[in-house]
C-alpha cells in the first residue's frame, strides 16, 4: 500500500474535480429535461453531453491514477465488514462515473442526436437510431444518476461519520489542504 497517510495530490485533484463535475451535470440535466423546448434548452443538452464526456475521460485518468497509485491504508480501527464496504463503495462509484456518461452517449446515439465535444468532435454513434432502445437507455440513464445521488450521499455520510464520531483520517486525507506543512 501508500506509505503516505494521504492520498497524491493529484488523486485530490482528480477526486474534487469529478466529484464537483457529477454534481454539477446532474444538477444541470435534472434541471433541463422540465424546460419547454427552447434554443437555451438545447444549449444546456449541447454543455450536459460537454460536461459528460469531460467526467468520463477524467474518470478514466482517474482510475488509471489510481490503479497506478494505491489508496493510503485504511485506518486499522476499521473492522473486515467497514473494509468491504468501503471498497464495495469505491467500485460502486467508479462503475458510476464509467456508466453514467456511457449511458448518455448510447441514449443519445440510439435517439439520433449526435454528441459534438465543445461543439468541435463528432463523436461516432454507439448504436443505431432506435427509438425503443433510446427509450430504454434513456430510463437506464436516469436511473444510474439516482443510484449515484444515493452512492454520494453514503460517501459523503461515511466520511463524515469518520471524521466527527470515529475521528480517524478518512476524511483529511483527502481533503486539499488538510495535514499539508
Known sequence: MNPSPRYTRTAIFLHWLVGLGMIGTFAAGFYMVDLPLSPSKLQLYSWHKWAGMSLLTLAVVRLVWRMSHPAPELPSSMGPSARLAAH????????????????G???SSAQGFPVVWFGVLT????????????????QAHVFLNYTLVAALIGHVGAALHHHFIRKDTILTRMLPMAGRA
Open 123 to 138: 463523436l461516432p454513434d454507439l448504436v443505431p437510431k432506435d427509438a425503443e432502445l433510446g427509450a430504454a437507455l434513456k
Open 88 to 103: 464495495a463503495g469505491h467500485c460502486v462509484l467508479y462503475a458510476l462515473m464509467l456508466a453514467i456518461p456511457l449511458s
Open 105 to 107: 452517449w448510447l441514449m
